[in-house]
Each structure stands twice: as C-alpha cells, then as structure tokens.
C-alpha cells in the first residue's frame, strides 16, 4: 500500500469513528429524554423499588439455611482446638468437658434466635426515625442510603468467619431495611396518585416481596451446598449495586430539588394517634404474626410429628408463593371494581389467616401441611395489597399528601411480629406447645377482623384543598404569579391595593361583603 492511498484512508477511519460517536450520543440523549418521560420513569422507578424489595427480603431469608449450619461448624472448631489442649485434671476435665457441651448447646439456639431477631429490631428502632428523614429529604436520597447500607451488609455477610461480624451485618442490614423498604414504598405512594393505579402498583411490590422471602432458602441452600457460603452473598450484593446505579441515573437524587416546594407532612406520633391508622397498623401486625412465628418453629414440629426430610423443611414455604400472588391479584382486581370494600378484603384475609393457622397442627404429612400454609400467605395477600393503599388515600384525606411517616408505621407492624417470632414463639412451644400457638395466633386473627369495621366509611372522605395547599403543591413559578398570589393572599385578608402620591403601590384595608369573603377558599 502506497503512502497516498494510507494517508486517504485515514481521514475516513476518522470519520467514521466520530460518525459512531455522534449516533451514540444521539441515542444516549433519546434513551434520557425516554427515561424522564412520567409514564416511563414511573414504570423504571416501580422496577427499582420492586428489586429493593426482593433483595430485602431474600437476604432477610438466605441466611435460614445456611447461618445455622456455618454457625455450628464454628462452634465444632472452637470445641477441637479446647479438646486439643492438654487435661489438667483426668475426672473433672470430662465433666467439665460434658458441662461445656450442654451449655454451647444453649448458647447456639441463644445465638440463631438473637441473630435472626436482630434485624426486625433495629429496623424497628430505626423506623420512627427513617420516616421523619424521609418526610424532610424527599424518598430518593433515603432511598439510595438504603441500598448503600444494604450493599455493605451484604459483603459483610460474605467474608465474615465469627458470629460478632454476622451480627454486625444482620443489624446493618436493618438500618438499610428502615431506609429502603420505607422510601420505596412511600415513592410509589407518591407516584401513583390514583387509587387503582396506586393499589395495582403496591400489589406488584408485594409480588416481589413474597418471592424474595419464599424463594431465598431454597436458593440460600442449593449455593450454600454447591459453592460455598460467599456465593450467594456476592450475588445479592451485585445485584444490590446494580439497582443503585439505576436509582442514581433515574432518580437524579442530589440534583433533585422538588422537595423545596412540598408541604412537610405530620410527625410519625401524630399519625400514630389516628385510629384509623391505628386500626390498619394493628390488622398488618396480627396478620403477619402466624408467618414470623411459624417461621422458626415449624421445622422442628415437622421433624417431630411427621419425620419430614430436610428436603421436605427447606421446601416448605415455597408453594405458598403461589396463592400469595393469587391473592394479590384478586384483591387488585376487587378494589378496582368496588374500591369501597378495601375494608372488607382485609377482614376476609384475617378469616382466612385464622382459620388456616388452627387447622395447621392436624396436619399428619408435608402434603396436608402445604393447604394451610397457602391459605396463610393467601390471606396476608388480601390484608396488605388491601390495607396498605388505605394507609396512603388516609394521610391523603386526613392530613398532608407525604407518606414516608406513615409506611415507616407500616413497617413498624411488620417489624413488631418479625422481632417478637424468633424469641417468643420458642418460648410458647416450649411452655405451652405448637398447638395451643397456633389456636392463639388463628384466634387473635378472627377476633381483630371486626375491628376493620372502622374502615368502613374511609372511602367516603373527601380530601379539602385550599389556596395554601395549592401554592404549597405548585408554588409561584415566577415574579408574576408570585405577585398575583400575594394580592390574592391581601384580598382574602380585606386588603385592596392603592396607589400613592410616589408612584409606590400599598395594601389598605377594605370591606367586603359576606358573599366576597366565603369565595376566599373553596374544597
């Protein structure tokens, strides 16, 4: 090749390349401008929030297969290398030996509960505080801590070898739990304004949930047992840091600035005061209280009463996913058609929670016990996908349109049954037995039921808009709207404007006639 034809050539190659560059950036610029389309970004942010969701939840419950069983190889080594040690008295030293053995026993069943229950604790604590954030900052920047939080505690989880950076990781995770679950919920709250769109939205969160919860032992499990515990840590964690550069490139946290304009929502004690609120944060408390306190007790009883396979123990929840969605879908579909009977699922769901949690200790095999296991997951379905769209049309109707306060209530009532089930529910069996817990647990769902009576004339309230909470929603978008809305403020007041001598214009007080001063506001 001649020097003439390489020197053509390279202005082409050039071209070229700046050609590709050029239609990159092009389509860069239209994937943007598609991505802050409101329809579009709402659907991306639903997706965001649902994979919050899932990761929340399957690390909530990866760990069931596989802490308890790294946790005792753990104690098998520390117990090798004292029995290595040289006996300093032959008869005492076996006793002392048969003592440790006992007591290490305790300490481990101490050791799973504690560790389970920290998470639910500290989400608990965290709450009241993560809400009153969220209110103030907005959903996203609490949104991309959460996640920030869960990120590390997941890696955490992954290379920690004692149980003191196990327990580290699990109460991090609670504080990211407090901040995630709670912001997502409330965005979409916010986002979805309409009540069907808001309740189908919710619906798919729950989805999401379930899954997470119900699919991550049997996934914890099978990687647990083919690849080692870091496994399938490193592949929540990847996933956990690929959500929060989708939450940073669609939400655009620090650069949002939107909240300047929002009203600031009531403080979470007065929201607790509410009975309303009160009502519905109690029905999600007893509703959840079968599944967080069947949770680490029915294996066990499963292993007892029925010989069931370790197989059959790791299994056991999973079918239940199935009518979980069942329900969600048919309480969507319900609300949509007879949105004034949001009261009324959650009152079938409690029934139907109830019953399915007496009939649990008649079951004789694994197959039996799938049929009120799914009856359990399909009522909790009706309560929350009923309930928690409830929450957000009463702060709507009630008291200012921001949600993070009241989901943060939401998740309070989830946390208060997941941090009393690792401990009080081996307390009940061992005192009382597996029975007399699930009659009490079936019979308090039954018995609360009534109570959602209440709600029954929720869906006839009318929210009250005012001048204020306009210029609160919208706000002056420049000097002459600014302007207009002050003398609109100094009418109201019996205000009119004059003009003096200097050319300078001022308010003076004026009268008005009763009809003039009841068109001020208007609801």
């Not at 942010?45 to 990866?62: A, E, F, K």
């Not at 069931?64 to 098998?76: A, E, F, M």
């Not at 520390?78 to 026993?105: D, L």
């Not at 009153?132 to 949104?143: A, E």
């Amino acid at each position: 090749m001649n020097p003439e034809e390489s020197a053509g050539k390279a202005p082409n190659l050039a071209q070229m390349a700046a050609s590709k560059l050029s239609q990159m950036g092009d389509r860069t610029k239209e994937l943007g401008s598609a991505m802050q389309e409101p329809a579009r970004q709402n659907r991306i942010i639903l997706v965001i929030v649902c994979v919050v969701l899932l990761l929340d939840n399957m690390l909530y419950m990866v760990i069931v297969p596989i802490i308890p069983d790294y946790l005792r190889d753990l104690q098998q080594a520390a117990e090798r290398a004292q029995t290595r040690a040289p006996p300093t008295h032959g008869n005492s030293s076996n006793i002392s030996a048969h003592q440790r053995a006992s007591t290490g026993e305790d300490n481990y069943d101490v050791q799973i509960g504690v560790l389970f229950a920290s998470k639910a604790i500290v989400q608990l604590l965290v709450n009241p505080l993560s809400g009153t954030f969220i209110d103030r900052v907005g959903y996203d920047i609490p949104l991309v801590i959460g996640l920030s939080i869960m990120f590390l505690s997941t890696l955490i989880f992954a290379f920690a070898e004692n149980y003191v950076t196990l327990f580290v990781a699990r109460s991090m995770q609670g504080i990211g739990s407090a901040f995630a679950d709670t912001s997502g919920i409330a965005l979409i709250a916010d986002r979805y304004t309409e009540e069907a769109e808001r309740s189908k939205a919710l619906g798919i969160a729950l989805a999401f949930i379930s899954f997470g919860s119900l699919v991550a032992p049997p996934f914890g499990g099978v990687l647990y047992e083919f690849a080692g515990k870091r496994v399938p840590f490193l592949i929540l964690s990847a996933v956990c840091l690929v959500d929060g550069v989708m939450c940073l490139v669609v939400l655009k946290p620090f650069s949002n600035r939107e909240r300047a304009n929002m009203p600031v929502g009531p403080p979470i004690y007065r929201l607790m005061m509410d009975p309303y609120i009160a009502v519905v944060a109690g029905a999600l408390t007893i509703c959840n209280i079968p599944l967080a306190f069947l949770e680490p007790t029915i294996a066990t009883w499963m292993e007892e009463t029925m010989n069931a396979s370790q197989w059959e123990t790791g299994m056991t929840w999973f079918p239940a996913f199935f009518p979980h969605v069942l329900g969600v879908f048919l309480t969507v579909k319900l609300a949509a058609k007879y949105p004034h009977l949001q009261w009324f699922y959650g009152a079938i769901g409690m029934v139907f929670i109830g019953a399915s949690s007496c009939t649990v200790p008649a079951c004789k095999n694994f197959g039996e016990l799938m049929i009120p296991l799914c009856g359990i997951c399909f009522g909790i379905a009706f309560v929350d996908t009923a309930l928690l769209p409830t929450l957000g049309f009463l702060v709507d109707v009630r008291h200012v349109s921001v949600y993070g306060s009241v989901y943060a209530i939401a998740d309070i009532s989830y946390c208060v049954a997941y941090a009393m089930g690792p401990v009080v529910a081996g307390k009940i069996v061992h005192d009382l037995g597996f029975v007399q817990l699930n009659l009490g647990m079936g019979l308090a769902n039954v018995l609360y039921a009534p109570a959602l009576l209440l709600l029954k004339n929720v869906s006839q309230m009318k929210p009250s808009h005012s001048e204020r909470n306009i210029l609160l929603e919208d706000g002056p978008t420049g000097l002459y709207d600014t302007i207009k809305m002050e003398q609109k403020e100094k009418k109201r007041k019996g205000l009119c404007t004059t003009v003096n001598e200097n050319g300078i214009e001022t308010f003076v007080q004026r009268s008005f006639s009763e009809e003039e001063s009841s068109g001020g506001e208007y609801a």
